[in-house]
T-cell receptor, first 116, second 115 residues
Framework: GAVVSQHPSWVICKSGTSVKIECRSL??????MFWYRQFPKQSLMLMAT?????????EQGVEKDKFLINHASLTLSTLTVTSAHPEDSSFYIC????????????FGPGTRLTVT | AQTVTQSQPEMSVQEAETVTLSCTYD???????LFWYKQPPSRQMILVIR??????QNATENRFSVNFQKAAKSFSLKISDSQLGDTAMYFC????????????FGKGTKLSVKP
């Protein structure tokens, strides 16, 4: 099956610093990648949708200047949390979609971010 | 706009028994897909089963089967012969056909399988 990796799997950073999370599709090309945020015991909340070579589309209420998304190639998307604060601590999950003819999303294992 | 509702926040079942998780959805689309995802304590999202809306036959994957009632917009998941490894959060999800692939998730049901 298709594999999506995320790096790092967990990260601790100090308040005010920035942290970058990578999402890679290992054995397929992802036309679209998605970034989700998940709070404890809650569902996945879609943050943004990114297409290769174009600007990401952010969901309402998500600060695009804080959560920078770059989809540089068909196999790599990055999420950068800028000037992180403790309230940004969360579990971030990416997923990848092959294209309109596909009905499946492949999920990465997630990244736990803790901001101290 | 599409919505997905899971009305059971938590459920429990004895090992080897059968349990059904409920999901209803609302959409005006005719071409769509429905999914059940499992999220174990590792938090890796795992696809359990999917159903294409145009297919009348209910999807089945080993011990997992769905009851897809299109007119009622209901999509329940039945787990037979429950195993301890089935303990997880289960999310019902909707995807519009031909879209970028955006998934709309329900709030989830926490299933505990007891020995």
């Amino acid at each position: 099956g298709a594999v999506v990796s995320q790096h790092p799997s967990w990260v601790i950073c100090k308040s005010g610093t920035s942290v970058k999370i990578e999402c890679r599709s290992l054995d397929f090309q992802a036309t679209t990648m998605f970034w989700y945020r998940q709070f404890p015991k809650q569902s996945l909340m879609l943050m943004a949708t990114s297409n290769e070579g174009s600007k990401a589309t952010y969901e309402q209420g998500v600060e695009k200047d804080k959560f920078l998304i770059n989809h540089a190639s068909l196999t790599l998307s990055t999420l950068t949390v800028t000037s992180a604060h403790p309230e940004d601590s969360s579990f971030y999950i990416c997923s990848a979609h092959e294209g309109p003819s596909s009905y499946e999303q492949y999920f990465g294992p997630g990244t736990r971010l803790t901001v101290t | 706009a599409q919505t997905v509702t899971q009305s059971q926040p938590e459920m429990s079942v004895q090992e080897a028994e059968t349990v059904t998780l409920s999901c209803t959805y609302d959409t005006s689309e005719s071409n769509y897909y429905l999914f059940w995802y499992k999220q174990p304590p590792s938090r890796q999202m795992i696809l359990v089963i999917r159903q294409e809306a145009y297919k009348q036959q209910n999807a089945t994957e080993n011990r997992f089967s769905v009851n897809f009632q299109k007119a009622a917009k209901s999509f329940s998941l039945k787990i037979s012969d429950s195993q301890l490894g089935d303990t997880a959060m289960y999310f019902c999800a909707f995807m519009k056909g031909g879209s970028q692939g955006n998934l709309i998730f329900g709030k989830g049901t926490k299933l505990s399988v007891k020995p």
